[in-house]
């Protein structure tokens, strides 16, 4: 299976427009300990020739524009993307399935619930209709047309987005953890977004080569530090990074190739000179980079 990060921040990227935190800051001034980063996709393919997505992200359109594997053919609008995952309905997980509406040779794959969260509530949305189609949970869903890589999402710990809070309740079809298995090996990639807490992705984790999980920030409390009265991140769904009750002391014990992404541009980590960067480095788990490409 060949992986290719698009991009590794979470909503805004880094730096973020309206942010003027230190991060944001040293990105627009070109420090190299802190490199700008787009907002959260993954690539993945069994043969390097045809593509499908992990989410779609704002940034789409330049991300694609970096990546030759997904070029049209010279002469044609012909592009080798098969499949679009969608795990939650966040903006910055779909904001990119409108610029990619110009063209539907696609399929656009989640559950019945994100389905009708972005159709139902989103007139913009309904451009893609003809390209959705349905997956229920634990159903195994084909890729790419040859069937090398099978998906199926499992549910995890989360929350609806912020814009429809106040018109649907949370489900347990809402926030989607994706499992990618490669049939020819059978080895696993586990795709985890935006997730609340590990515990139920255990299993899950404990059985993939290579898992992307939640990065979003280091500690519960980061954003408050630059908005003041802002939730925690529990709060907004995200389990930290840090601390005795986050992610990193889980990963650390996971077998595999384990990186974050969906990274906040407040989370200190960014910073590839910061104690925060050294001690992921430390447990032996990666801070996933835009451009990264490898094969699992």
Known sequence: MRIRVLGSCAGGGLPQWNCGCSQCVRARRGDPAVPARSQPCVAVSADGERWSLLNASPDIRDQLARFPGLHPRPGTRDIPLDSVLITNADLD???????????????????????????????AFRLL??????????????????GALEARFFPVPGKVPTY???????????????????????????????VRSLEGARPELEAAACSFVDGTFFRADELRAAR????????MGHQPVGGPEGSLDVLAKLPGRRLYIHINNTNPML??????????????????????????
């Open 93 to 123: 997980h779909t904001l990119g399935l409108l610029i990619l509406r110009e063209s539907l040779p696609f399929r656009v794959i989640t559950t019945r619930w994100i389905q009708s969260a972005l159709l139902d509530h989103n007139a």
């Open 129 to 146: 209709e003809p390209a959705f189609g349905v997956a229920r949970l634990d159903e195994p869903v084909a890729l790419d047309r040859a």
């Open 164 to 194: 429809l809070a106040d018109a649907v309740e949370n489900h347990r079809e809402s926030t989607l953890g994706v499992r990618l298995t490669d049939t020819r090996s059978g080895r696993r990639l586990v795709y985890l977004p935006g």
């Open 228 to 235: 003041p009265g802002a939730p925690d991140a529990i709060a």
């Open 271 to 296: 910073d590839a000179n910061s104690d925060e960067a050294a001690e992921v480095a430390r447990a032996g788990v990666e801070i996933a980079a835009d451009g990264m490409e490898f094969e699992v």
